[in-house]
């Protein structure tokens, strides 16, 4: 029998998933599997508990939650296995989704009910994934003051973590809906960041709507917003592009919900491309996100990098 991890948030969906506890052990007990349970109190708080939960001797370390929780194990076990400094996590990661979107479930093919994920975890069998990570210099800060972490699924500056703030304000709607008005309120606004990029192989300056950078293509529960993404093929996928008007955003807003032909990624004032760093500098602050999780609401430079084939994730 194996032993895991649990790692709960009982607020993520909108405070909803410590209704669920019950039904999570009984998935757990019915799967076969030993655990021990322990629910975050704040946020940060599953980053020391993954971590402590690598030193213990556990077979397995389960985010139950949505995407947030799923990526604050994740810096918990990047932090217990010194990914950073190049070392490698040798604690498998399940996943028992609880959230409203659950990204991360999706684009890996994850079970997406309760019992189902429970199932999996006994067998343990493994798909290796890269991470991303990200560096953050925040508005007044000193030149080496720079904050950090990883993430599995993506992140962004410009347009996407301005859409996450307003989310954020908006409690009478759930789920994908309330993003997406989220997100017409932000297109509304219309804001534009002037910046530098920099990438193996290219650079741009000049004026941007977006940047995103993913590991996986699919956020948000609706948006491909990185459409080409592999988070197993070595590289980072970021897209950038600006879009001078409402009424041309718009426009282009549906295709950013297709995966295939078709998608935004197309448009020829939007631009696609894979590597394994970026770095961008900004002349006008911006928020940064990762995995949905605002890091900073204001931001001088970002950089990003990638750290291939480092997570080991619990498939079907």
């Not at 491909?224 to 993404?229: D, N, Q």
């Not at 970021?238 to 409402?246: E, I, L, S």
Request: neutral net charge; charged residues 20%.
């Amino acid at each position: 029998m194996v032993k895991a991890k649990i790692i709960l948030n009982p607020y993520a969906r909108r405070w909803t998933a410590k209704q669920r506890i019950p039904e999570v052990k009984a998935a757990l007990q019915a799967a076969g599997v030993e655990f021990d349970l322990s629910l975050s109190e704040a946020p940060g708080h599953a980053i020391d508990l993954a971590e402590e939960a690598a030193y213990k001797g556990f077979d397995l370390v389960v985010a139950a939650g949505g995407d947030g929780t799923i990526s604050e194990v994740v810096n918990g076990l990047c932090r217990a296995y010194r990914v950073q400094d190049g070392g490698c996590i040798q604690m498998p990661l399940g996943v028992l989704p609880l959230g409203s979107a659950n990204d991360l479930v999706v684009n890996l093919g994850l079970p997406r009910d309760l019992k189902g994920a429970a199932a999996i975890l006994p067998a343990a069998r493994q798909r290796w994934i890269d991470l991303g990570h990200l560096r953050y210099l925040k508005v007044n800060a000193g030149a080496g003051e720079w904050g950090e972490c990883f993430f599995d699924n993506n992140s962004a500056i410009g347009l996407e973590p301005s859409i996450t703030l307003i989310q954020q304000e908006i409690t009478w709607l759930h789920g994908t809906l309330r993003y997406l008005l989220a997100t017409l309120i932000g297109i509304a606004r219309n804001p534009t960041w002037q910046l530098q990029l920099e990438w193996e192989g290219g650079a741009y300056q000049g004026n941007s709507t977006l940047v995103t950078v993913g590991n996986n293509p699919l956020t948000g529960g609706l948006f491909y917003m990185t459409p080409h993404a592999d988070p197993a093929d070595g590289k980072l996928t970021f897209v950038h592009g600006y879009m001078k008007g409402r009424p041309q955003i718009l426009k282009l807003l549906p295709r950013t919900m297709k995966p295939g032909a078709g998608s935004y990624v197309e448009h020829p004032s939007i631009h696609e491309a894979h590597t394994t760093w970026l770095k961008i500098v900004l002349e006008n602050p911006t928020p940064v996100h990762a995995d949905g999780e605002i890091q900073s609401r204001a931001v001088k430079a970002v950089e990003y990098r990638l750290f291939p084939a480092c997570l080991p994730v619990i498939i079907p």
